[in-house]
């Protein structure tokens, strides 16, 4: 099971970016899914979750401002990151809850590779 991420950038304060993260491989079924963030000196921190339910969790300080969301079709989640400000800077990863086709009542964590994404004026 691999996880692509992609989206990241350069973006202005104010500005808006949509990180996307598709999951591949032999899969069962994709529990839940979420997104981290790390700065430099810092502990990876959780940006955003959500469930196969739909239900979502975010960090106090992206409410109101990011939107995290899943296309179970495509095994791909989905962060929309408006009004970022410098604070947001760091390397997002996402993540996945997966059980493997081999092993389809076990609970698999699995990291993708990182984005970087920079918000400076």
């Known amino acids: 099971v691999q996880l692509q991420a992609s989206g990241g950038g350069l973006v202005q304060p104010g500005g808006s970016l949509r990180l996307s993260c598709a999951a591949s491989?032999?899969?069962?079924?994709?529990?839940?899914m979420g997104w981290y963030r790390q700065s430099p000196g810092k502990r990876r921190e959780l940006v955003a979750a959500i469930t196969t339910g739909g239900s979502t969790n975010y960090a106090d300080s992206v409410k109101g401002r990011f939107t995290i969301s899943r296309d179970m079709r495509k095994n791909t989640v989905y962060l929309q990151m408006n009004s970022l400000k410098p604070e947001d800077t760091a390397v997002y990863y996402c993540?996945?809850?997966?059980?493997?086709?081999?092993?389809?009542?076990?609970?698999?964590?699995?990291w993708g590779q990182g984005t970087q994404v920079t918000v400076s004026s």
């Open positions: 491989g032999s899969i069962f079924s994709i529990n839940h």
């Open positions: 993540n996945a809850d997966v059980s493997p086709s081999d092993y389809p009542r076990e609970h698999h964590d699995y």
